[in-house]
């Protein structure tokens, strides 16, 4: 009888053994109609829910004998199936990036394993087989086991594998008994493999996915290879069905389309059999119309007795390199994509159903067409859905060994690196390769095989690359890691790379066009992001080899937790304690973790992603229509007319453009005439609802705004002027204003009886930094205009003597009152600003905000002024830019319009505090209790719209807080209106600045006017 060998579990050349399934096709099957009608198959048996559990914390601490007939486990404790053990209650999630796990607690090298700490999950199930399941060959199938698991079935050694990402099956016919059996698996954290399974996310262990019995019947397809393609002209299709077929039988092949028979065939089944079929003026799948056809397979013994049916969707799609350009059906695809890790803050790696069907129809309801499975198989439903919703797939395998190849430069020990062209690794990164292949082969979503990431290059990942090719020619193959390592180059069928600039890939594609380009990472999405990311989106306009990209990432990898007073919080890496990690980089989404709802980045992608572009002007839109196959005579065409914000026409545009074609539609309405700003908006909505979006979604927009002048608007009314020693007051009808000499600025306003302002406005130059400010070391560039605005004081410093007061400059005009402050700032060189205040008679006051040229402060994060008002006034509306935050780099995606929301709306939730909710464009907004009683903050013509925001924390509280719940209590609403604001950056958070154009430059004098008073 073989026995387990814990010793093995280090070398990377074992990975399988004993009495392991090969692997096979994802193919469903069932024993009868009605089963496949309810989609329960009688074939097979779960069995997730309880287990019996021990935990060791290596290997030396598992209790030996515990997989024995006669051990008894009743007493372990319970664990759940699927899980991970570490959202169990045993040992801890832990994050880390290019790190591996145990660097600084073992020093080991590749073909070694952690022995100190290097956790062991012992799960045992006790079951008896059911009636329906006796006297046939049974399996196991463990759908997802993290890293790798050993079998025991009644006492007796079953196997091993080693993939955390493909289904582990054993057949279990030899040892299974009468009555209760006892199956032990042992699950490892870390074996050999490991040094494979360096991927940027959280480290868990355990059976984290489905697992279940099957059984087969006497004759079984097991193995299914469909092949759906058309020929050039795509007039014509050819059907082929390759069938590894255990026992003898016959089965007829029936292939439809909504419903209509399309053909129908019988052949004999006699073990590997390949069948094929033409198909006239087939349907095609794309991401737009993901036309998919059922093929329906019933299996016939030689007694002529139905065995199983096998239901198969269908897509057909020719997919290719010609030109040096990828052709979906004969056009350049561009991909608007996204990085997917499998990740809930619940359950880890374990993504439900529900869960996996919010992100997709979040995904297309925001016009990502394309995923990439980063950095390794994703479960198996996903591609099932992807076929039906539409989304091209670059299926990863299962290889990641970024922290042994990330030094290699500086420290020259390329021996460490995984696994090059070591021979010790090719086995199993070719056997992660093929279970891949073979469990995803039939899904046309899948375009490209990705040979892994961040591996660095060599012959091993060539050879992985050409089994691709040798088994699968009509898909491409994918591996950025060539870039870092050209030996062999051929590896990647396109040229792959990592957050380059624009100038960058521009740059590359003038030396080499041998090949497309693709951004399998980029536009860097932690935390307040996605600047400039139109840059790249217009680059896939204007230059063919470039195929676009995918968003890193898709969700933030965050796990609830309870702060010590017992709240629930998103944490991040280092939360739970672990160490070494690589903190707040485990968030990088564009939707939030907790929820799964979109962040206010989604805005900017979805308008990016956009497959029609409208072009507005005052009497025409010139529509592109940037979709292969889709007319935009499928959505509807709503053209809407606004007056300063609110709409005053709608009409229904007949469009017709053709796939990569453009026309240009008169308006349905003429040039409006009355005074008022106006806003055009051309809206492309679906006509008809999809499995995800209703009819009426919105797709794609286009704005314009245009201006009929009129009459100015007067501040009329008496103003009466109070001096006194240390003040200055200012009476009107309902209002009185006081400043303050002694205490330098605007000390009251009252408005209809009531005060209104808690401190001083002040000059204000900084933000919170975002994520990506940390890693281009924004803080420490930029960290005077930080203090200039917290330390700008209405004194002057006098060595040897008190410090001077400042007077206010006072001028009484015939309907105004004007106080000019001036502040010195702590800068180097040392600089001032003043701020000036124009009472006016109506009571609204006008601002002015001016600092004078100084080339070596260079620009600023901000130039603006900060107000603080009671928390009570936390309601917000707005006309400009909108719904959500804007930025000078990210609101292409926002409309111009009237919109309102609450002050701590305007939080966003990214998981360490930093600069959020400002608004571009903002022509005015008001800050109100729930009676509507507050404030309202008006442009001014000679410095346009403003940025403008109300947030219930200052930009110091904001940046001094890693969690949200380290903020303080709301005490104020904490408004700043603004020239502008520098922009959030994105191409990458380590080191790539904010694009110079969106930066605010303080070599030149800066003037901000804009003017606030009271409203009731």
């Not at 460490?416 to 979503?445: F, G, T």
């Not at 927009?701 to 009329?716: L, M, S």
């Not at 180097?828 to 124009?838: F, G, I, R």
């Not at 719940?965 to 080191?991: I, N």
Request: a negative charge.
């Amino acid at each position: 009888m073989k026995i387990f060998d814990y010793g093995k579990v280090k070398d990377p050349q074992y990975f399988q053994d004993g009495n392991w399934v090969s692997p096979c096709s994802d193919h469903l099957y069932y024993a009868s109609e009605g089963e496949c009608m309810d989609g329960c198959s009688s074939f097979t048996e779960s069995l997730n829910g309880l287990w019996k559990f021990h935990y060791a914390k290596n290997y030396e601490s598992v209790i030996p004998g515990f997989e024995k007939e006669d051990y008894s486990c009743e007493g372990w404790d319970n664990i759940r199936v699927p899980a991970h053990i570490q959202m169990e209650g045993f040992d801890s999630p832990q994050y880390t990036n290019t790190q591996y796990p145990w660097e600084g607690r073992e020093d080991i090298r590749p073909g070694e394993i952690p022995e100190y700490f290097n956790p062991v999950a012992s799960y045992v199930k006790y079951f008896t087989v059911p009636e329906r399941m006796k006297g046939k060959r049974l399996f196991i199938s463990f759908q997802g086991a993290e890293s790798a698991l050993a079998l025991w079935m009644n006492g007796t050694y079953v196997g091993y594998r080693a993939d955390s990402f493909t289904p582990s099956d054993f057949e279990l016919t030899p040892y299974v008994k009468e009555g209760k059996n006892k199956l032990a698996v042992q699950v490892f954290k870390w074996t050999g493999g490991s040094w494979c399974e360096d991927q940027d996310f959280y480290r868990f262990s355990g059976l984290y996915r489905d697992v279940f019995l099957y059984t087969v019947p006497e004759v079984h397809i097991r193995d299914l290879k469909i092949r759906a393609l058309p020929d050039e002209t795509l007039k014509q299709a050819v059907l082929e069905a390759s069938c590894q077929t255990w026992g003898e039988g016959s089965a007829v092949f029936t292939l439809s389309y909504k419903g209509k028979l399309c053909l129908e065939d019988t052949k004999d089944l006699t073990g590997e059999d390949t069948f094929t079929w033409e198909v006239n003026r087939p349907h095609l799948w794309s991401a737009e119309d993901p036309a998919l056809y059922d093929l329906t397979i019933r299996v016939y013994g030689k007694d002529g007795e139905l065995k199983e049916i096998i239901p198969q969707k269908v897509g057909f799609r020719r997919f290719e390199m010609k030109e040096n350009l990828m052709m979906l059906n004969g056009k350049r695809i561009v991909f608007k994509g996204v990085n997917r890790h499998e990740f809930s803050s619940v359950t880890g790696r374990n993504v439900s159903e529900e869960e996996l069907r919010k992100d997709l129809t979040v995904m297309k309801q925001n016009n990502i067409n394309a995923v990439r499975t980063c950095h390794y198989p994703n479960s198996s439903i996903v591609y099932r859905l992807c076929d039906e919703y539409g989304l091209y797939v670059i299926d990863e395998t299962n290889l990641e060994s970024h922290g042994s190849w990330d030094t290699a430069g500086a420290t020259g020990d390329y021996d460490y690196i995984v696994p090059y062209d070591k021979p010790e690794w090719l086995d199993i990164i070719l056997d992660r390769a093929n279970s891949m292949y073979q469990r995803d082969k039939n899904h046309p979503c899948v375009l490209i095989w990705s040979c892994g990431n961040e591996s660095y290059g060599g012959k091993d990942i060539y050879e992985m690359s050409e089994f691709f090719r040798k088994v699968d020619p009509d898909r491409l193959v994918h591996y950025e890691g060539v870039f870092w390592d050209r030996r062999y180059n051929d590896s990647s069928d396109m040229e792959s790379q990592m957050y380059p600039s624009v100038e960058k890939i521009k740059e590359f594609l003038q030396k080499d066009r041998s090949k497309p380009f693709i951004c399998c990472e980029y536009t860097h999405a932690m935390g307040n992001s996605c600047g400039a990311m139109h840059k790249y989106t217009d680059l896939s306009d204007e230059e063919p080899l470039y195929q676009g990209g995918f968003i890193w990432d898709y969700i933030d990898q965050t796990l609830y937790k309870k702060d010590r007073y017992g709240k629930e919080f998103q944490a991040y890496g280092g939360d739970f304690g672990e160490r070494p990690t690589d903190y707040s980089f485990s968030a990088n989404g564009i939707v939030y973790g907790g929820d799964r709802e979109p962040s206010p980045k989604m805005q900017e992608v979805k308008f990016n992603y956009q497959n029609i572009t409208a072009e507005v002007s005052e009497n025409s839109v010139k529509v592109i229509n940037k979709n292969l196959f889709v007319n935009t005579d499928r959505f509807q065409c709503v053209v809407t007319l606004q007056k300063n914000g609110v709409k005053i026409k709608e009409a229904v545009l007949e469009t017709h453009t053709e796939p990569l074609s453009e026309d240009v539609y008169p308006l349905p309405f003429e040039k409006a005439e009355c005074a008022g700003e106006y806003t055009v908006t051309v809206s492309f909505r679906l006509k008809e609802g999809t499995i995800w979006a209703p009819a009426g979604h919105e797709t794609a927009f286009g704005q314009y705004v245009y201006q009929v002048e009129g009459e100015k608007k007067c501040h009329c009314g008496e103003l009466k002027v109070i001096r006194s020693k240390h003040n200055i007051g200012v009476r009107g009808d309902h209002f009185e204003v006081m400043f303050s000499a002694l205490n330098g600025g605007l000390v009251s306003y009252r408005w209809g009886g009531r005060e209104m302002i808690r401190e001083i406005p002040k000059p204000n130059f900084w933000r919170a930094p975002v994520d990506n400010d940390y890693g281009s070391l924004m803080p420490q560039r930029y960290c005077q205009w930080k203090t200039a605005g917290m330390y700008a004081d209405h004194h002057e410093y006098v060595e040897g003597g008190f410090p001077r007061l400042l007077e206010p400059a006072v001028e009484v005009g015939k309907n105004s009152v004007t106080v000019v402050y001036t502040y010195k700032m702590p800068t180097k060189p040392a600089s001032e600003c003043m701020l000036s205040y124009e009472v006016l008679g109506d009571g609204t006051i006008r601002t002015r905000l001016s600092c004078d040229p100084a080339k070596e402060l260079g620009d600023m994060p901000e130039f603006g002024v900060m107000f603080k008002f009671d928390a009570d006034y936390d309601h917000v509306k707005w006309y400009g830019l909108g719904p959500d935050e804007t930025y000078a780099d990210r609101m292409k995606g926002a409309k111009l319009g009237i919109y309102e929301n609450l002050v701590e709306d305007n939080m966003a939730r990214y998981v360490t505090p930093q600069e959020c909710g400002a608004k571009q464009q903002v022509r005015w907004a008001k800050i109100t209790d729930r009676s509507g009683r507050g404030m309202i903050f008006e442009m001014e013509e000679e410095s346009g719209p403003m940025m403008f925001s109300a947030l219930p924390y200052t930009p110091h509280e904001i940046e001094n807080a890693k969690h949200a719940y380290e903020l303080p209590q709301t005490h104020y609403t904490v408004v700043r209106a603004a020239l502008g604001q520098m922009g959030v950056g994105g191409d990458d958070s380590w080191g790539s600045c904010t694009h110079p154009e969106y930066l605010l430059d303080a070599g030149k004098k800066m003037e901000f006017c804009f003017s606030f008073r009271g409203v009731c």
